[in-house]
């Protein structure tokens, strides 16, 4: 379940890389020159110079060969590339890697959580492991999001992913009105959820089978997109109750080990809340 330092530190250079490609010029004064330039994004030396750090170090750890940067210089380099407040922490969370490279993925949920889902009759809820393997969820939850699996599928040696299904599972993916946009959240979301497994044998597992599998998985995941994704609106078109617009949550849980509950609800007095129901309904009446 554990690497070494040097797949966290390829981690971090790839990230700085693509981030490097990506950056708006326009930022940093002085680089609008006149006429196109050649390739986008900065050149090594000018977002080193905008740093404050030498071309050589920063080089290195592009390279990943330079291990441990400091806070100051990840902060010096995120602000040279103009980085989001959720990249930011990526980066730092990238950084330190080597203080988290022995957690697992595939860590256990606790089994009083799954009490707790079934307690939740009108939410549709279900429990994610860290690298989005479904680990549980409610009857609710099941008819929302996997009706086509067996209720059991969750609690197997190898439980449904949620990310896997969006992009090769052909059920999962004609539930989602807005694929694309979900889809690249979906891959965000790992991403940023994933940072300090990255020497995680089990998620070199799934990237690697997710991008043999699917095309559109590893163009995304090359480009390195990163979100924290906590809550908004699903826009789903559910085989049974048709057109839904749920709202969404996810519940980090107090241990800290990675595990997160999605829950789903309705705006209440709405037709989705009426869809909703008829759907709790039928669950009951299997």
């Given at each position: 379940?554990?690497?070494?330092?040097?797949?966290?530190?390829?981690?971090?250079?790839?990230?700085?890389?693509?981030?490097?490609?990506?950056?708006?010029?326009?930022?940093?004064?002085?680089?609008?020159?006149?006429?196109?330039?050649?390739?986008?994004?900065?050149?090594?030396?000018?977002?080193?110079?905008?740093?404050?750090?030498?071309?050589?170090?920063?080089?290195?750890?592009?390279?990943?060969?330079?291990?441990?940067?400091?806070?100051?210089v990840l902060d010096a380099l995120a602000r040279a590339?103009?980085?989001?407040?959720?990249?930011?922490?990526?980066?730092?969370?990238?950084?330190?890697?080597?203080?988290?490279?022995?957690?697992?993925?595939?860590?256990?949920?606790?089994?009083?959580?799954?009490?707790?889902?079934?307690?939740?009759?009108?939410?549709?809820?279900?429990?994610?492991?860290?690298?989005?393997?479904?680990?549980?969820?409610?009857?609710?939850?099941?008819?929302?999001?996997?009706?086509?699996?067996?209720?059991?599928?969750?609690?197997?040696?190898?439980?449904?992913?949620?990310?896997?299904?969006?992009?090769?599972?052909?059920?999962?993916?004609?539930?989602?009105?807005?694929?694309?946009?979900?889809?690249?959240?979906?891959?965000?979301?790992?991403?940023?959820?994933?940072?300090?497994?990255?020497?995680?044998?089990?998620?070199?597992?799934?990237?690697?089978?997710?991008?043999?599998?699917?095309?559109?998985?590893?163009?995304?995941?090359?480009?390195?997109?990163?979100?924290?994704?906590?809550?908004?609106?699903?826009?789903?078109?559910?085989?049974?109750?048709?057109?839904?617009?749920?709202?969404?949550?996810?519940?980090?849980?107090?241990?800290?080990?990675?595990?997160?509950?999605?829950?789903?609800?309705?705006?209440?007095?709405s037709s989705d809340e009426a869809a909703l129901r008829?759907?709790?309904?039928?669950?009951?009446?299997?």
């Open positions: 379940m554990t690497g070494t330092r040097g797949s966290d530190d390829r981690q971090l250079a790839a990230f700085l890389r693509s981030r490097r490609a990506a950056a708006d010029t326009a930022l940093l004064p002085g680089l609008a020159g006149p006429g196109p330039r050649r390739v986008p994004g900065l050149r090594r030396e000018e977002l080193a110079e905008a740093a404050g750090v030498s071309v050589t170090y920063y080089t290195r750890l592009e390279q990943g060969l330079a291990t441990n940067p400091s806070t100051q590339l103009g980085l989001d407040e959720v990249e930011r922490a990526h980066l730092q969370r990238l950084a330190s890697a080597a203080d988290t490279r022995a957690r697992s993925g595939r860590a256990q949920l606790r089994p009083d959580f799954v009490t707790l889902l079934d307690a939740m009759p009108d939410i549709a809820a279900v429990a994610l492991s860290p690298l989005q393997d479904i680990i549980a969820w409610n009857r609710l939850g099941h008819a929302l999001l996997a009706p086509h699996l067996e209720p059991s599928a969750p609690y197997g040696a190898e439980p449904p992913n949620k990310v896997a299904m969006m992009f090769t599972d052909p059920h999962a993916r004609s539930l989602h009105r807005e694929w694309e946009a979900e889809a690249t959240l979906a891959v965000a979301s790992l991403r940023y959820v994933s940072a300090v497994y990255v020497a995680d044998v089990d998620l070199a597992r799934l990237v690697g089978n997710l991008s043999v599998a699917s095309e559109d998985f590893a163009q995304l995941w090359a480009a390195q997109p990163v979100a924290l994704c906590t809550h908004g609106v699903k826009l789903y078109h559910h085989p049974v109750v048709g057109r839904l617009d749920l709202h969404f949550q996810i519940l980090h849980l107090p241990e800290d080990d990675g595990h997160r509950l999605l829950l789903h609800h309705a705006e209440p007095g008829v759907l709790a309904s039928a669950t009951i009446t299997e």
